[in-house]
């Protein structure tokens, strides 16, 4: 069974920077759109960034310009770069999977906390 597994979440200050990763337990890596998923307490899960196997990447409007969304497809792994970080970043970040050309999410991550806080 595939697996997606986040790391990197923590406490940041307002202005700093954080680097989010995701390594997928499975085959096929380079054939998925990999992306970055957000959610605050109370809200919707929402849609960060988004990665073709091929590179192509799609950004929230609220991230564009801070956030860097890349991958290795050698590792297996997905990252997320998060710069000029806001309070209102803080939420718990899912790293997802689906086949390209399908609106499905088929892999979730366990989720990982990021808190801008002073």
């Known amino acids: 069974q595939v697996q997606l597994v986040e790391s990197g979440g923590g406490l940041v200050q307002p202005g700093g920077s954080l680097r989010l990763s995701c390594i997928s337990f499975?085959?096929?890596?380079?054939?998925?759109?990999m992306g970055w998923y957000r959610q605050a307490p109370g809200t919707q899960r929402q849609l960060v960034a988004t990665?073709?196997?091929?590179?192509?990447?799609n950004y929230a409007d609220s991230v564009k310009g801070r956030f860097t969304i890349s991958r290795d497809n050698a590792k297996n792994t997905v990252y997320l770069q998060m710069n000029s970080l806001k309070p209102e970043d803080t939420a718990v970040y899912y790293c997802s999977r689906r086949q390209l050309g399908s609106p499905n999410i088929d892999q979730w991550g366990q989720g990982t906390q990021v808190t801008v806080s002073s």
């Open positions: 499975g085959t096929s890596f380079s054939r998925y759109v």
């Open positions: 990665i073709s196997g091929g590179g192509t990447t």
